[in-house]
């Protein structure tokens, strides 16, 4: 009873880590469209790329883009940057070049 309760709370937190995973990649998709339709639009407007490279421009990608950083963030943790187990990688690492050095 209690095994199954326990594979019932892992199978809802997989769930929602699926859930929330899928949403970041749908909200990625979207940032791309959109963004991409908003050069389209603006390299075809009466200004052409003369006023493309205006800041206007960029201000839906940049501050959209910061607000993906923060949910790629939410959604995967540091490891989305610095892998799983980074730590205990880099432990290694630096443990390995003192030794190598120590001998030198």
């Known amino acids: 009873m209690e095994n199954s309760n326990l594979e019932e709370q892992k199978y809802i937190r997989a769930k929602k880590r699926v859930k929330a995973i899928k949403g970041f990649y749908v909200h ?3 940032y791309i469209l959109v963004n991409l339709f908003l050069v389209v639009t603006k390299s075809f407007s009466s200004g052409g790329w003369e ?13 959209w883009g910061i607000g993906i950083v923060f949910h790629a963030f939410n959604v995967f943790g540091m490891r989305f940057l610095l892998g799983k187990d ?11 070049r003192d030794k190598k050095d120590f001998w030198v």
């Open 51 to 63: 006023t493309f490279w205006q800041w206007q421009t960029y201000n839906t990608a940049v501050f």
């Open 28 to 30: 990625l998709t979207v």
């Open 86 to 96: 980074w730590e205990e990688r880099k432990i290694k690492e630096i443990m390995d």
